[in-house]
């Protein structure tokens, strides 16, 4: 009882990995149906379980909509500022402690989009599909991260299961040719008129003002397109936020996808509803429809996957496997980040991250519960130093008496 009230935190944060597990969230869902795939695997890398505390938060930050991500970073460093202020000691301790919470909370962001860590990997049962992503960038994109090479690009899709990814610069043409780690094809997203296309396939470069004008002119690019070999797919979240009302010009233009799942943080709210709306357009026309990583260079990790089958075209050739915490994006207000995303990333938990969780809370639980005699630096040398203490007074003869 002594300890659960002098550690409030730790019995909390025990009780929410318990309590999250009563409602818990698949690893993966098909973004389509929403249901868990019964064929595909997130594997974890051992580092990464061992690990978990850090790898879920880095995760869970990564996937967060521009909205969450202001509302998370308000609430928490509000909260936690407010924590260092309301504590016993001096002044000057209690302003130390005020400064150090939010400070924490900006550098868990910073290690989020560039700290080099372990990550989840997909790992399909089927070998004839290919796990794919449509949309990816590198440093010859404007807002591509500096020095963000081919090599990179690709070895990041590598650990993560990728087979092969197109990429797709702003309007800049790549041509292919690189094959190892993984194949990297060639596209490129196109500018024009509120709205980027991602061009996939043999494409050569056009003249971006002939499509600028308008929204007709826009829609002429999906014919030229066709002409050269490739393929024009709507990209998020632009179709979304500008052309809402026009999705069936789209589909007379010759529009031969749209993407339904978009990791960057501007296209990750994107809701269930308007998806459900997508879909339908896109069924009904056998349409494409597919995830896109949308990685710029920062972030370590992917929200979703693409599983393409050879052989089909259309609406069924292409499976879109995501994060559910990525989903959820767009059904939770942006008010409610600081506490919806801890919530989702903990509900999104395997048993052996769960594992992972309770054993570093025990283990900082336990460091901090063994009393220090006065006199004693912390650090962590306690722990041990006080097992010892007991082993010595053990071994030591009792003292003489008379
Ligand atoms: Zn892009």
Redesign the pocket.
């Known amino acids: 009882m002594n300890l659960l009230r002098r550690h409030p935190i730790a019995f909390v944060l025990i009780a929410l990995v318990l309590l999250s597990a009563l409602g818990p969230l698949p690893p993966l869902v098909d973004a389509v149906s929403g249901a868990p795939p019964a064929d595909v695997d997130l594997v974890r890398p051992m580092l990464y379980t061992l690990l978990a505390p850090l790898s879920n938060v880095l995760d869970a930050l990564t996937f967060l909509s521009l909205e969450r991500a202001k509302a998370l970073l308000l609430g928490w460093t509000a909260v936690l500022a407010l924590w260092g202020l309301l504590r016993r000691g001096t002044p000057r301790r209690r302003l130390v402690v005020a400064a150090l919470g939010p400070l924490a909370v900006v550098l868990l962001g910073v290690a989020a989009v560039v700290l080099p860590r372990p990550v989840p990997r997909l790992v399909a049962a089927d070998s004839t599909l290919t796990v794919i992503d449509y949309?990816?960038?590198t440093a010859q994109?404007h807002d591509g991260r500096r020095g963000w090479t081919l090599a990179d690009l690709a070895a990041w899709h590598a650990a993560q299961g990728f087979g092969a990814s197109y990429v797709?610069d702003?309007n800049v043409v790549f041509n292919g040719g690189v094959d190892d780690p993984i194949r990297l094809l060639p596209g490129v997203?196109w500018s024009v008129y509120d709205q980027?296309i991602?061009a996939l396939g043999a494409v050569a470069p056009v003249e971006r003002g002939v499509y600028g004008r308008d929204t007709r002119a826009m829609l002429g690019l999906f014919g030229a397109l066709h002409r050269q070999g490739a393929i024009g797919i709507a990209?998020l979240p632009e179709y979304w936020r500008n052309h809402w009302a026009e999705l069936d010009d789209f589909v007379a233009a010759g529009a031969d996808g749209f993407e339904i799942v978009?990791c960057?943080p501007k296209a990750i709210g994107f809701p269930a509803a308007a998806r459900a709306q997508v879909l339908e357009v896109a069924e009904s026309h056998d349409l494409l429809v597919v995830g896109?990583s949308?990685n710029?260079g920062w972030g370590k990790v992917t929200c979703v996957w693409n599983l393409s089958s050879p052989s089909a075209h259309g609406y069924r050739s292409n499976r879109v496997i995501a994060r559910p915490i990525a989903l959820a994006q767009g059904e939770w207000q942006p008010w409610t980040a600081a506490c919806t995303q801890p919530w989702l990333m903990l509900a999104g938990l395997s048993w052996s991250e769960r594992s992972s969780w309770l054993t570093w809370i025990l283990v900082i639980l336990i460091y901090r519960a063994v009393p220090r005699r006065a006199g004693d630096p912390g650090g962590i040398g306690i722990l041990a130093r006080s097992l010892s203490l007991k082993i010595l007074r053990l071994r030591r003869p009792p003292p003489a008496t008379g």
């Open positions: 949309h990816a960038h994109s797709t702003h997203e980027h991602v990209s978009n960057a896109a949308d710029h």
